[in-house]
């Protein structure tokens, strides 16, 4: 739309970085017609409490049959594209993880691919599969690839988790919600893969340098590795870095 003769009279965006984002795309667009509405999906959890997110983590870990002390990492993968690397960097992050936190039974790992994955990126849906079950053989006590919980409401899931990793995402900015809502939630993007970045860069057009729910303070940001397995091992051990998000 870089010709003005096609652009809106009016747009709607969600929160002032979307606002930013539209004023970058067009310098000369009358900002008074730049309308943030919020976020009028996430009503949907006006009246969620603690009290919600303890049921949805008591009929998960029933399903699981572990204990409710249990520390949950979720990771819904929005993108399908190079989901299989995503996926692999964050079982490198939670193998670090594993020997940093001496406690391998400690925490469980919930991934889940796109319900289109299959389809659409067909490639890669074996290498995902090789790699988890590699992964599975070698802490057959972590990762959890039970249909009936990977195919759980993604709302049960980002409410009974502990911290959510995910790419770009807006999972991560309903986790963000969610953790706000009842005892705060760990959330961490990943985006400096190579496949990642260049996704995220043509889905915004170039026009921010990371995901709007991290520019407003919603999620935290992995800016390599190292960092990332910082971040999880804080999340899960480190109460007040949850705090510190809100």
């Known amino acids: 739309w870089a010709d003005?003769?096609?652009?809106?009279?009016?747009?709607?965006?969600?929160?002032?970085?979307?606002?930013?984002?539209?004023l970058k795309a067009w310098p000369d667009f009358t900002e008074k017609r730049i309308i943030q509405s919020g976020f009028p999906m996430i009503d949907q959890y006006a009246n969620i409490g603690f009290a919600d997110r303890e049921q949805a983590r008591n009929e998960i870990n029933a399903k699981l049959g572990v204990d409710n002390k249990i520390k949950i990492i979720f990771f819904p993968c929005g993108i399908m594209i190079?989901?299989?690397?995503?996926?692999?960097?964050?079982?490198?992050?939670?193998?670090?993880?594993?020997?940093?936190?001496?406690?391998g039974k400690s925490f469980l790992f919930i991934?889940?691919?796109?319900?289109?994955?299959?389809?659409?990126?067909?490639?890669?849906?074996?290498?995902?599969?090789?790699?988890?079950?590699?992964?599975?053989?070698?802490?057959?006590?972590?990762?959890?690839?039970?249909e009936k919980?990977?195919?759980?409401?993604?709302?049960?899931?980002?409410?009974?988790?502990?911290v959510v990793v995910s790419d770009y995402s807006t999972t991560l900015l309903q986790a963000g919600i969610l953790g706000?809502?009842?005892?705060?939630?760990a959330n961490i993007s990943v985006c400096y893969l190579e496949t990642v970045a260049k996704q995220f860069n043509e889905a915004l057009g170039g026009l921010a340098t990371e995901p709007p729910f991290v520019t407003l303070?919603?999620?935290?940001?992995?800016?390599?590795l190292?960092?990332?397995?910082e971040k999880l091992y804080l999340s899960l051990n480190d109460t007040e870095i949850v705090a510190r998000l809100y």
């Open 4 to 22: 003005p003769k096609f652009r809106p009279d009016y747009i709607f965006v969600n929160d002032r970085v979307g606002a930013e984002i539209v």
């Open 82 to 103: 190079g989901a299989s690397q995503l996926l692999d960097e964050i079982l490198k992050a939670i193998r670090i993880l594993i020997k940093a936190n001496a406690q």
């Open 111 to 146: 991934p889940r691919a796109h319900p289109r994955f299959h389809l659409i990126s067909p490639d890669e849906f074996q290498p995902w599969q090789d790699i988890l079950g590699k992964f599975v053989k070698e802490y057959p006590n972590i990762a959890v690839i039970d």
């Open 149 to 162: 919980i990977v195919r759980a409401d993604i709302n049960q899931l980002l409410l009974a988790s502990d």
């Open 180 to 185: 706000g809502r009842t005892t705060g939630k």
């Open 217 to 224: 303070g919603c999620t935290l940001r992995a800016d390599n």
């Open 226 to 229: 190292q960092n990332l397995a």
